[in-house]
């Protein structure tokens, strides 16, 4: 597997088109990157990674959001809403209470339709373009559907989401059915709408934008260049950990491969390389599984459930770039309740960080993992939180306060808060 952490650079093949080309993580074939509509390897249906012949240097970056980050990218521009560039909180409260060095939230939450799934759509909808594609479609558990359903309308494309009936939070249908979406709810869960779609790709019904796409992921390794610059202008070092919620194992799979990239161009070294630590519901954690039996393949789960939606996945694809990733950087991965998640999700709010409960399942197990004494009290680390508050608004309303009748008047009010 072409997967460690290695200061190699790679050799580039003859199909390389402007120094990008697709390689198998298993058996090493290589493709030209744009010729062909291609997800998984030919010769042996692997996961594909899209590889460059120059690797960029922090000095290389200009400008701001994802396309800020172009020479790391198959593509010099893409279609965008102005993505990227998300804050990257001080949390003091919490830094201080799980005892750390220093505590960071990386919230993707405030990307243009709420999630990180807008960085991998602006890269992922300008290859589609490339290609020549004129229909875009995924499976999603919310947050992948919205993002699609605006940067393809967007991109005046067709877009086609799949669904699972009953299992998608509101907020998410509403955005892609508003971005001109067709929305097809599926009597299954995320993975039976994963499977379908796939066909679908196979057939060349349409092309496939899940992160079982290489050029996706590309566009969500800015996160992690994000989080990098941000903390050494912060502090004048990298953060030692990332901890990250895990539903499909993209992000995770994203953040590795940047840090590869940079340690390959010198600009990272091997002990620098922040340790990825993943994080799923007790309900849907067969990335944890994996990780604690020292598996190397992920048992897939048909029966999922929590109530952090965006990670409700039994089958995440991108397993085989993601266990390699925790593995190399000495991370682990851990799995929390869902009364933990809705813990966490409050605390965020108390500090003034509005997120969907998925998100908060990186606190939760950091605060895990911080209580076992898995995590060092001298560390540096930031946490991912993935889609916006508002994606989830009856998981709000149910973590919040419950709304006090009064009468309509101010004496009444007085008499009622001094109750």
């Known amino acids: 597997m072409s997967l460690s952490l290695s200061a190699e650079k790679p050799d580039v093949p003859d199909d390389a088109a402007d120094g990008v080309w697709l390689e198998c993580i298993d058996c090493a074939e290589t493709f030209a990157p744009f010729e ?3 997800y998984t390897c030919d010769a042996c249906d692997s996961l594909l990674e ?4 120059d690797l ?3 000095d290389d970056f200009e400008g701001r959001g994802v396309w800020r980050y172009a020479d790391a990218l198959p593509l010099e521009s893409g279609v965008s809403v102005q993505e990227g560039a998300t804050p990257l909180y001080e949390v003091p409260r919490l830094e201080e209470e799980i005892g750390l060095e220093a505590l960071r939230i990386k919230h993707e939450g405030m990307n243009p339709t709420g999630s990180f799934k807008d960085r991998g759509m602006t ?6 373009t490339e290609l020549g594609a004129d229909r875009l479609a995924c499976a999603s558990t919310g947050n992948t559907s919205a993002a699609l359903a605006a940067y393809g309308s967007r991109g005046g494309m067709e877009t086609l989401v799949l669904l699972p009936a009953g299992k998608v939070a509101a907020g998410k249908i509403a955005q892609a059915s508003l971005h001109g979406a067709r929305i097809l709810e599926v009597d299954g869960n995320f993975d039976a709408c994963l499977d379908i779609v ?4 196979g057939q060349g019904e349409a092309y496939l934008l899940n992160s079982l796409n290489p050029f996706r992921l590309e566009g969500q390794k800015t996160i992690g260049l994000e989080i990098l610059e941000g903390f050494r202008d912060d502090y004048g070092a990298f953060p030692d950990r990332i901890v990250l919620p895990v539903g499909n194992a993209g992000n995770t799979s994203a953040l590795y491969k940047a840090f590869r990239e940079l340690v390959q161009a010198g600009e990272l070294d091997r002990d620098e390389v922040p340790k990825l630590t993943g994080v799923q519901a007790e309900g849907a954690a067969p990335m944890v599984e994996a990780i604690e039996n020292g598996a190397n393949e992920v048992r897939r789960w048909d029966d999922v459930e929590t109530r952090a939606t965006a990670i409700r996945i039994g089958n995440p694809v991108n397993a085989p770039k993601a266990l390699p990733g925790i593995r190399e950087t000495d991370g682990t991965a851990i799995s929390v309740s869902d009364e933990e998640i809705t813990v966490a999700q409050r605390t965020l709010a108390a500090e003034g960080i ?6 908060a399942a990186s606190v939760a197990g950091l605060r895990k993992l911080r209580a076992e004494g898995i995590v060092a009290d001298d560390e540096r680390v930031a946490c991912l939180t993935t889609g916006h508050l508002l994606k989830d608004p009856d998981a709000a309303a149910a973590a919040g306060n419950d709304p006090e009748p009064v009468p309509a008047e101010t004496s009444g009010v007085l008499e009622h808060l001094a109750e």
């Open 56 to 58: 960029p240097t922090f």
């Open 354 to 359: 509005g997120v969907e409960p998925a998100s």
């Open 198 to 201: 796939q066909e679908l790709a």
């Open 123 to 128: 890269v992922g909808v300008a290859v589609a």
């Open 36 to 38: 062909d509509v291609r």
């Open 50 to 53: 899209v590889r460059y012949a």
